[in-house]
């Protein structure tokens, strides 16, 4: 399937309108846009662009989903390593501490 076809099938899908209404509203035969969405016709720039320029909200929503949902687990990521991280200070500082033995504070009474 080419960059184009794939672009109007997405934007067919997000829609959310049948084929025979989105072939309507941008001025192709159903059988033209199913043969588009199955890989057997040929979108044109124009009819991509135009597609691309009706349907933009639809399209922008469905790439801000993807990229949300990527960005959502790369955060998630971040904060399960910012957690063991702080679980390795601790346990560094604690170690440190058992090694150290009392401080010369307390060694002197304070």
Do not use: W
Not at 40 to 62: H, P
Not at 86 to 110: H, M
């Amino acid at each position: 399937m080419t960059k184009n076809n794939k672009v109007i099938a997405d934007a067919l899908k997000s829609s959310g309108l049948k084929q025979i209404e989105f072939a309507e509203r941008i001025g192709v035969s159903r059988s033209h846009l199913s043969a588009i969405c199955l890989g057997q016709g040929k979108a044109s720039d124009q009819l991509t662009e135009l597609v691309t320029m009706k349907f933009a909200t639809v399209i922008k929503t469905e790439n801000d989903k993807e990229e949300e949902a990527m960005y959502r687990q790369k955060f998630e990521d971040a904060q399960q390593r910012i957690i063991q991280l702080l679980d390795e200070i601790a346990a560094l500082k604690e170690s440190v501490v058992k090694k150290a033995g009392p401080t010369r504070k307390s060694q002197n009474g304070g």
